[in-house]
Structures are given as structure tokens and as C-alpha cells.
């Protein structure tokens, strides 16, 4: 029973993320179309605060086991071009995040013997380039928490998750409020102290994942 409500958790979480690469496509197409192209406002509004819509994977059907996700940004505009945030992130998983999308539907015997609850910090730095065309990298310090099928600790570990993302932030009500499609790549060079009942998992699969959708948003103020 356990190891079905792992396979159906990312069946239905890798589920949504195809459904927001859709969404995101859609917003692009849309908002190029219809929306007044809006310079970056240098001289107000340099503070934010936002999130990610992945947090709609929390309210899957019928999900006994959600992601429970939960992101915030706050930043700092420098300079026209130049952007810092903070990132504070937890969110659980079962298993490994290199594994590409469809193998864990194909292979469900390829998920963790329990799951990861992961928190942490990350620090982002965002640059554009032309009007609201940018790459940022975020650099998230995550504490990972082990546990068994039982839902019982087993170990602390400690992962460095890189996100490379290109994307566009589009601008409105007078640049108060914005919203970023954007694609990832993520990548953690630094994963220590995995249990070995989930490094056997975990070895079969890289450490990066290449195409990740994203569609942040957020309030300037």
C-alpha cells in the first residue's frame, strides 16, 4: 500500500508540472499578445515578495501524500538590471529528483523506501538583459530529513541545490504586480549523509534535472 501511495504521489505531482509547462506556455503566448510592453521601474518599488503557483501541487485529488510545499521570496532591487532575494523553501519528496519525466510512471519500484522532508534557505541573484527577458541562480542550503516507510527519522543530510533559470517577468497595475514563466535547470553537487536504502535509489539517476517549468509571482512594493 505504501509503495502505491509513493507511485501515485509522483504519478500526480509530475502530473502538474507538465500541466504548468503547459500553463506557462499558454501565459507567454497570451500575455505577448494582449499585454503593454513596461519598462523596469528604477526608481520605486524595489522590494518584493512572492511564490511559485507549483504550490498548487498541495491540493491534488485524493493525494494522501502532498508535497507540502511551501515557498517564499522577498527581494531587493538594486539596480535597474540587478535583483537579490531570499528564498525560503520546505517541501517533501519521494523520490529521486533526477529521475526524468515518465520513468517514475513506467518504474514505480524506483521510489524511495520513505520520503525526504527538505527546508533551507536560498539565496537568488536575477539579471536582465532586454526589457523583462533575465537568468537568475539560486543557491538553496537545504537540511534534508530522512524517513522510513513508518514515518520515522532516520538521519539528517545536507543538499546544495543549484536552479539555473531563464524566463520573462511580465508587469502589471503600474508594475505592482508581476509574473515570471520561466525554465530551469537544477543541479545539487552536494548531497550528503543519504541513507544507503535510499543511495541505492538514488545512484541509478544524475544529479540534475534539465527542463523544469517554473511560473513565479509576485507584489512590488
Known amino acids: 500500500m505504501k509503495t502505491t501511495n509513493n507511485y501515485q504521489k509522483s504519478e500526480n505531482w509530475r ?24 519598462e523596469q521601474d528604477s526608481t520605486s518599488r524595489k522590494f518584493f515578495i512572492g511564490s511559485t503557483l507549483l504550490l498548487l501541487g498541495n491540493f491534488i485529488p485524493d493525494d494522501t501524500n502532498p508535497p507540502e510545499l511551501v515557498q517564499l521570496h522577498f527581494g531587493y532591487q538594486i539596480t535597474p538590471k540587478d535583483v537579490v532575494s531570499v528564498e525560503f523553501k520546505t517541501w517533501r519528496y519521494a523520490w529521486p529528483l533526477g529521475i526524468p519525466y515518465g520513468k517514475s510512471f513506467q ?46 527519522h532516520i538521519q539528517n543530510g545536507y543538499q546544495l541545490f543549484m536552479t539555473y533559470r531563464l524566463g520573462y517577468q511580465f508587469q502589471f497595475f503600474k508594475n505592482r504586480f508581476f509574473i515570471e514563466p520561466s525554465v530551469a535547470t537544477t543541479h545539487w553537487p552536494i548531497n550528503t549523509n543519504i541513507p544507503e536504502s535510499f543511495t541505492k535509489i538514488e545512484n541509478k539517476w544524475p544529479n540534475y534535472f534539465v527542463f523544469e517549468p517554473g511560473l513565479h509571482f509576485g507584489y512590488k512594493f
Not at 120 to 142: C, E, H, P
Open 107 to 152: 518504474a514505480p519500484g524506483e521510489n524511495y523506501p520513505g520520503h525526504v522532508k527538505s527546508f533551507g534557505i536560498g539565496l537568488v541573484y536575477q539579471r536582465f538583459w532586454w526589457k523583462g527577458a533575465y537568468t537568475s541562480i539560486d543557491a538553496g542550503n537545504m537540511l534534508q530529513k530522512y524517513m522510513d516507510e513508518d514515518n520515522k
Open 15 to 38: 502530473t502538474i508540472r507538465k500541466s504548468l509547462l503547459t500553463l506557462l506556455l499558454t501565459i507567454i503566448c497570451t500575455t505577448l499578445a494582449f499585454s503593454q510592453k513596461t
